[in-house]
């Protein structure tokens, strides 16, 4: 599937820094943790794509909200 995504130009979200990208995301659920800053992922529950500049799916992301 992958492959057939990638033919058509469609490519996974990254989060480089492990920060939450407003419009590329879905936050599905908050944890605190006091070592994070806020906003950082904690988990992907279900990954994003991007086909150039067009999203095709947010992420659903789970992030420190302290």
Same mark, same amino acid.
């Given at each position: 599937?992958?492959?057939? $995504?990638?033919?058509?130009?469609?490519?996974? $979200?990254?989060?480089? /820094?492990? =920060?939450?990208?407003?419009?590329?995301?879905?936050?599905?659920?908050?944890?605190?943790?006091?070592?994070?800053? !806020?906003?950082?992922?904690?988990?992907?529950?279900? /990954?994003?794509?991007? =086909?150039?500049? /067009?999203?095709?799916?947010?992420?659903?992301?789970?992030?420190?909200? !302290?």
């Amino acid at each position: 599937m992958i492959r057939l $995504l990638s033919a058509k130009g469609v490519t996974k $979200l990254d989060f480089p /820094e492990n =920060r939450l990208i407003i419009g590329f995301c879905r936050v599905v659920e908050t944890e605190p943790d006091s070592t994070k800053a !806020n906003d950082t992922i904690i988990s992907i529950v279900r /990954e994003g794509y991007i =086909r150039g500049s /067009e999203l095709i799916r947010p992420a659903d992301v789970i992030i420190v909200k !302290n």
